[in-house]
């Protein structure tokens, strides 16, 4: 298993099965079991201060540590 791929699924192992494609540098994130919102914020902010950038669900609503995504993700509770 790819490291940056070992290192998503030991952040996020609630949110489901991750697929990376050719580039690495972009996760697919699956939909799975439910995760509470604070939690699943906390786990995207580690993420992209370490500099993932995340691909959710089947909006593919892009989360980065400088996007609006982010931003409205801070604000959803």
């Known amino acids: 298993m790819h490291e940056a791929t070992r290192r998503v699924l030991e952040v996020l192992p609630e949110v489901g099965s991750v697929?990376?494609?050719e580039t690495r540098d972009r996760?697919?994130?699956?939909?799975?079991?439910?995760?509470?919102?604070?939690?699943?914020?906390?786990?995207?902010?580690?993420l992209t201060r370490h500099g993932y950038a995340?691909?959710?669900g089947p909006t593919a609503a892009?989360?980065?540590?400088?996007?609006?995504?982010l931003r409205a993700l801070e604000r959803a509770d």
């Open 54 to 56: 995340l691909r959710m």
């Open 19 to 21: 697929s990376v494609p």
């Open 27 to 46: 996760f697919e994130v699956k939909h799975g079991e439910s995760i509470e919102l604070a939690d699943l914020r906390r786990r995207l902010l580690w």
């Open 62 to 69: 892009s989360f980065r540590a400088t996007g609006s995504g």
